[in-house]
């Protein structure tokens, strides 16, 4: 995600570069009837097939302490990651100011709601209203909260949709991110109406709706997340057991990533709204009480869902593991749909693993923290097709707007993991092919192009290695 989408068959061209030769070295790949290039057996579209071509699939690349040290420097050096615990007890009106004004920003092209109209000038000016920047004070207090729920945050206070075009219905321009039950968030402003608060979180700071939000203590908050023992959610989401009795936490969506506390003094014969824990482990979630203050409840989470004790080891075996099991989800820009956008997606990935990552394309692929190599127009074939070859398991790869995972090789073509909108290639007969997939998905690499002109090899801006 950020900062040029790949919207669906509609692939950016960067302005001011030199228009380069697509990569034409590799042998011509079959193209079956799905129309997906290169991908000629099913067998491809499992993680296992990739694993059994390792030379070492479960050789640790960073081990705890490692990360732990990486995800410190990231919150310390990276500008787009924010530690919460170092913001000041008092939030100066200039400060807020400029968090809202970053984000609340109109797009300058027409927008068109999801009817295909296209949205009258006054309702925007209604919608900026909302952000009511006259009512920033002075300076107030720093106030925290943890999210209760799979939440939207939104550059505006709105639940409308809009969209660039009237052929788009996906890229919704006043989509930012989302973030997940448990996360911590520092309370900024309100809008006019008082219905969406104005959150900052570790990795985004936007307006998310009121109910969304449970405030609480600085000790309560950041007490929540050191707790322990915790299970990590290994799969791509799980949720919690039904339950009437508690409805804020019945049913609750966690996603791939999301630790949540167990709590170890449960008598085990007693039930849990209403239903014996014994084929589940007792978890406490954040809830939010009728005045909007923080409290905790438990919830089951069944024995038998996709969790684990703690974050999976960063290996191989693991990144790919972890990638397929998002194979097929439904693109999702800024977390849409209940599903993820490409760098959503890695992101994720990287967090069952406990490495944190900066949300966007733009903040991952030039982290001062992560170990990557740059390119720009300068960078000829030699110096890209290098840097292909030596790709390994896991490094991401970036084109303007948009993040890859590579799995693997076969027959010396490096494969990725994406989740993108749709492929464009040459078929054998020299015309320009395009595929749309609204998917995570597995590409070959090679014959990808951007435009009529581009290879996405061509065009790479950045190669990130999440490994020593």
Sequence with gaps: MRWFPLAALCLVVACGVAPVAAHQDAAPLAVPPSGVIGIHDDAMLTADFWIHQLAQPDRVLLDTAAITARNAALFQRDPS???????????????????IKAISKLPVKPLYDEQGVRVPEAQLQQI????????????????????????????????????????????????????????????????????????????????????????????????????????????????????????????????????????????????????????????????????????????????????????????????????????????????????????????????????????????????PVLAHQSFTDRDGRDTRMKAVSALQVGDLVYIPGHVMMVIGRLNGEPYVIHDTSGISYRDEGGAMRQVKLNAVSVTPLSPLLLDGQHSYVDRMTSIVHVRP
């Design 128 to 367: 900026v209203d909302q952000l009511a920047l006259d009512r920033v004070p002075a300076e107030q207090p720093t106030r925290y909260g943890l999210v209760v729920r799979r939440s939207a945050l939104r550059s505006f206070p709105t639940d409308l949709r809009v969209f660039t075009s009237v052929d788009d219905q996906d890229i919704d321009r006043f989509q930012e991110t989302a973030e997940f039950p448990g996360t911590p968030v520092v309370i900024e402003h309100q809008s006019r109406d008082g219905q969406w608060l104005f959150v900052q979180s570790p990795r985004y700071a936007a307006w998310t709706r009121r109910e969304n939000v449970a405030e609480g203590s600085p000790g309560q908050v950041f007490g929540y997340a050191a707790r322990s023992p915790q299970r990590v959610v290994t799969g791509a989401s799980v949720s919690t057991v039904y339950t009437r009795e508690q409805p804020a936490v019945s049913q609750l969506q966690l996603d791939m990533g999301v630790a949540v506390p167990v709590r170890v003094d449960q008598p085990a014969d007693q039930p849990v709204n209403g239903q014996s824990p014994y084929t589940s482990y007792v978890i406490d979630l954040p809830v939010r009480t009728a005045s909007g203050g923080l409290a905790f409840s438990p919830a089951l989470l069944q024995r038998q869902a996709d969790t684990a004790d703690r974050y999976l080891p960063l290996t191989e075996a693991n990144i790919l593991r972890q990638a397929f099991k998002f194979l097929g989800e439904r693109y999702g820009w800024g977390h849409a749909y209940d599903g993820r956008d490409c760098s959503g997606f890695v992101s994720d990935v990287y967090r069952s693993m406990g490495v944190q990552m900066p949300r966007d394309t733009s903040r991952q692929a030039a982290s």
């Design 81 to 99: 990651m924010r530690d919460l615990h170092t913001l000041p007890s008092t939030l100066m009106r200039a400060q807020v100011l400029g968090w």
